[in-house]
């Protein structure tokens, strides 16, 4: 005689699929975050300051000069963009450069360094156009908070 899988309900097939959906999605969720564990999640990215200066990501590096526009978002045309911000770097020569954050790197962090450090040496329609992201008021009050309570 042999034995056959037995459901209890008819119910029991959409818990199995159910589970076997959710196991999916672990993995590829896993697998989307599991640099951020490892030495490739350490240095997001450096700054090299000045009118000169560069940020350098993991294999190249964009100079402050081909910055066109920098922000922190979502990358629209990747499934990681539906889980993780990055840092978003288009360039004068229409090239989209992706920093891949893991969410490591919290906006208002970003914003700081960002202020700090890059945006004085950026061009002036890059400098605009980082300044147009926000209104006034969220622009003051985040500049203020780096002032009193720095964390870089």
């Given at each position: 005689?042999?034995?056959?899988?037995?459901?209890?309900?008819?119910?029991?097939?959409?818990?199995?699929?159910?589970?076997?959906?959710?196991?999916i999605y672990g993995l590829i969720t896993f697998f989307m975050a599991f640099p951020a564990f490892t030495?490739?999640?350490?240095?997001?990215?450096?700054?090299?300051?000045?009118?000169?200066?560069?940020?350098?990501?993991?294999?190249?590096?964009?100079?402050?000069?081909?910055?066109?526009?920098?922000?922190?978002?979502?990358?629209?045309?990747?499934?990681?963009?539906?889980?993780?911000?990055?840092?978003?770097?288009?360039?004068?020569?229409?090239?989209?450069?992706?920093?891949?954050?893991?969410?490591?790197?919290?906006?208002?962090?970003?914003?700081?360094?960002?202020?700090?450090?890059?945006?004085?040496?950026?061009?002036?329609?890059?400098?605009?156009?980082?300044?147009?992201?926000?209104?006034?008021?969220?622009?003051?009050?985040?500049?203020?908070?780096?002032?009193?309570?720095?964390?870089?």
């Open positions: 005689m042999s034995e056959a899988l037995t459901f209890e309900s008819k119910y029991a097939l959409l818990y199995l699929g159910g589970g076997l959906l959710a196991m030495s490739r999640g350490n240095v997001i990215f450096t700054i090299k300051t000045g009118p000169s200066g560069e940020i350098f990501l993991r294999k190249r590096s964009v100079l402050f000069s081909e910055v066109k526009r920098l922000y922190m978002g979502r990358h629209q045309y990747s499934l990681k963009g539906i889980f993780f911000e990055d840092i978003i770097i288009e360039k004068t020569d229409g090239k989209i450069v992706r920093i891949p954050t893991w969410n490591i790197i919290t906006n208002p962090l970003f914003f700081e360094a960002v202020e700090r450090y890059i945006l004085p040496h950026l061009n002036e329609e890059a400098q605009n156009n980082w300044i147009s992201q926000f209104t006034e008021v969220q622009r003051k009050a985040y500049l203020k908070e780096f002032e009193n309570h720095p964390k870089l």
